[in-house]
């Protein structure tokens, strides 16, 4: 079907969707989309298309041949459009544009794909399990869930993976590269969106917020496993035991105390961890570096939860508290030491004697009555001790330190329980 344009131009129309062109030939190709004939075809692959073209560009990509090249970096490309559009990276130019929102993309795709940001569209579904996905190749790589498929592998370590991004972020394990930079602190970062919440630790801009409790935080990831605390979600388990976990991270560092895996090492005792933190809080016993100072009385501690516990020595708090008398503690093992005077459960038994104890701390120092084993010895004289406890009143004896003293009298001791037992003299006791 023909017609003329305002100006007099001959005009063709598609019979099928009523679509305009301005010559016959193309609507000849046109009708190909409708009718599925692609009468051009690769002589390397065999591969058809319904443009001549179309068909000379991807031959190029058996050639190797690209006839375009980039005069500010020279890349080449196959197709000039590409090399345009490649120059929008040096340019900065952004010709797309939401409507909604003002964000600009530098490609068309990028803001087809933004807008369904906006619409909530999801056009790609999977016929498994029916799961929708805002892009193509998204559906893709999910589909492989289903098939097991992981067509990538590298080749250093021979480790799979489904899509082919990661397996290049994973690469960078064995490259040490770290493409991203902060431009605040200069620290690198394998991935854009390590970088990005790291980035917010210089703004202070926490832009995910807690519905349940109001807490803020830099990064979505850290928010969803917050919500965790509030609903107690667990979605990770260990295979081997059935225990869960809220977070990935800590499930792989659970398996390891089936495994006996130590992958951290340290540099000068050669002491093996699960965890890398758990390393580095060692080499402080090397370095005698102490970080954490109890602001009230300076003093200082290597970790962080002493000086917690340290600080209720000040405040007097004692947060955990016994049902069955009303005792209070400061740390919650104390709490769960003290329950066993109630229940008279004594977990922890002597392989020699039998004798039974409720904290693993007296079994240790029992066993040292068989071992014979005195491993606390004074500086001075050189005996030795079972107990760190017994060596210190014996160091006074040395220094004439008598730090007890009777209220009554006066009189000083070396140990405390012989200034109970001099009160007794005056009490009549």
Not at 34 to 50: D, I, L, M, Q, Y
Not at 94 to 103: D, L
Not at 347 to 370: A, D, P, Q, W
Request: hydrophobic share 25%; net charge positive.
């Amino acid at each position: 079907m023909t017609t003329k344009s305002d100006m007099g131009e001959k005009l063709y129309s598609c019979e099928v969707c009523g679509s305009v062109f301005t010559s016959k030939q193309s609507v000849a190709i046109h009708m190909r989309t409708h009718t599925g004939e692609k009468p051009f075809s690769c002589e390397v692959c065999g591969r058809s298309f319904t443009q001549k073209q179309h068909m000379l560009q991807h031959m190029q990509t058996h050639t190797g041949e690209k006839l375009y090249s980039c005069e500010v970096c020279g890349r080449s490309f196959i197709q000039k459009q590409y090399m345009l559009q490649h120059m929008r990276t040096h340019t900065g130019e952004k010709p797309y544009s939401c409507e909604v929102c003002s964000s600009s993309f530098t490609w068309k795709h990028n803001l087809v794909n933004h807008m369904r940001t906006h619409t909530g569209e999801k056009p790609f579904s999977c016929e498994v399990c029916g799961r929708n996905f805002t892009r193509k190749h998204h559906l893709v790589i999910h589909i492989r869930t289903h098939t097991g498929k992981k067509p990538y592998s590298c080749e250093v370590c021979g480790r799979f993976f489904t899509d082919k991004r990661n397996l290049v972020i994973h690469i960078r394990t064995h490259t040490g590269e770290k493409p991203y930079s902060c431009e605040v602190c200069g620290r690198f970062f394998t991935r854009k969106k390590y970088m990005v919440p790291h980035m917010r630790t210089h703004t202070g801009e926490k832009p995910f917020c807690c519905e349940v409790c109001g807490r803020l935080f830099t990064d979505k990831r850290n928010l969803v496993k917050h919500m965790r605390t509030h609903t107690g979600e667990k979605p990770y388990s260990c295979e081997i035991c059935g225990r869960f976990f809220t977070d990935k991270p800590n499930l792989v560092i659970h398996m390891r105390t089936h495994t006996g895996e130590k992958p951290y090492s340290c540099e000068v005792c050669g002491s093996s961890f699960i965890q890398k933190q758990y390393m580095f809080q060692h080499m402080r016993t090397h370095t005698g570096e102490k970080p954490y100072s109890c602001e009230v009385c300076r003093s200082s501690f290597t970790w962080k939860h002493n000086l917690v516990y340290h600080m209720q020595i000040h405040t007097g708090e004692k947060p955990f508290s016994c049902e069955v008398c009303g005792h209070n503690f400061t740390r919650k093992h104390q709490l769960a030491i003290h329950i066993r005077t109630h229940t008279g459960k004594k977990t922890f038994s002597c392989e020699v004697c039998g004798h039974n104890f409720t904290r693993k701390h007296n079994l240790v120092i029992h066993m040292r009555t068989h071992t014979g084993e005195k491993p606390y010895s004074c500086e001075v004289c050189g005996r030795s001790f079972t107990q760190k406890q017994q060596m210190l009143p014996h160091m006074r004896t040395h220094t004439g330190e008598k730090p007890y003293s009777c209220k009554v009298c006066g009189h000083s001791f070396i140990q405390k329980h012989h200034m109970l037992q001099h009160m007794r003299t005056h009490t009549g006791e």
